[in-house]
């Protein structure tokens, strides 16, 4: 069975850090280009980030840039999404997903282009 699978999520005060994994089974990462997307209640699913298949490039949402890092690790078939100084409107269900030959630079964030997704995992940023 091919699925993502998303942990460390949970509930932070504001100013905290978070670190999501993303694990794979069924396949392997090595030749997917790994995306993280959230949604929070009544808000569109938006990209949050996402690192090219080899980790050689990655690209994150103005929202984000400068407090997350993306990172991989494809011997652990696993893409970690860092998260430093939270925010209350950080607050949605974080979801990771998987795509063959994405235009990183262009269009990183079409949900369509992207094959595989997980069930996410919630992340509470709250006092």
């Known amino acids: 069975q091919l699925q993502l699978v998303e942990s460390g999520g949970g509930l932070v005060s504001p100013g905290g850090s978070l670190r999501l994994s993303c694990a794979a089974s069924g396949f392997t990462l090595d030749y997917y280009d790994i995306g993280w997307f959230r949604q929070a209640p009544g808000k569109e699913r938006e990209g949050v980030s996402c690192i090219s298949s080899t980790g050689s490039s990655t690209i994150y949402a103005d929202s984000v840039q400068g407090r997350s890092t993306i990172s991989r690790d494809n011997a652990k078939n696993t893409v970690y999404l860092q998260m430093n100084s939270l925010k209350p409107e950080d607050t949605a269900v974080y979801y990771c997903?998987?795509?063959?030959?994405?235009?990183?630079?262009?269009?990183?964030?079409?949900?369509?282009?992207?094959?595989?997704w997980g069930q996410g995992t919630q992340v509470t940023v709250s006092s």
């Open positions: 997903a998987a795509a063959r030959g994405l235009r990183i630079a262009y269009t990183p964030f079409v949900l369509g282009e992207y094959k595989y």
